[in-house]
């Protein structure tokens, strides 16, 4: 279960980034925050992973996909997926808090884990992305990045033709592939 100064941390973060600051800055400069992986979003990927790290192996799962299910690029081979109690609830209308954890290996075995991916679920975040905050994890759930050296935290691919938000979108609206 998601702390609840996570949640607040987490309403905190987005009121600040929708409103901006009071530094009268410009179009331009909005223009400027990148679609992901600010420190922001790192900080924001951190928190949750405070939060859910030591618990997530605990929750359930998706309805026949429990235990080592067959996964592709970027995430592994396979992988073991985890949903917290908002997810479980109603897995077609995910409300705000659901968290996904896919732990992703690169062969069918526990010794091959390689990383982690997370999809969190901010109301209104995201909007043209189903309002999932996305992030990939070391298995020890430091923040990732690309080989661009960009955080994998936040709006992971927006407007790109790579990443989590062109991949999924392929997955329809709720942009789940489980569903």
Known sequence: MIKHSFIALSILAFATTACGDDDGGSAADAAEEPAFGSAQDVST????????????QTWGTFPGLSGFVASAAPHGAFAKIYINDTVAADIGAIADGGV??????????????DSITVMYKKVGYSPDAADWFWAKLSTTGDVLTNPAGVSLAGRVGLGGDSGCIPCHQGAGSDFLFSN
């Open 45 to 56: 990927a951190q928190q949750l992973w405070s939060d859910v790290g030591s618990t997530y």
């Open 100 to 113: 996904i954890i896919k732990e992703n290996y690169t062969a069918d075995n526990d010794n091959a884990f």
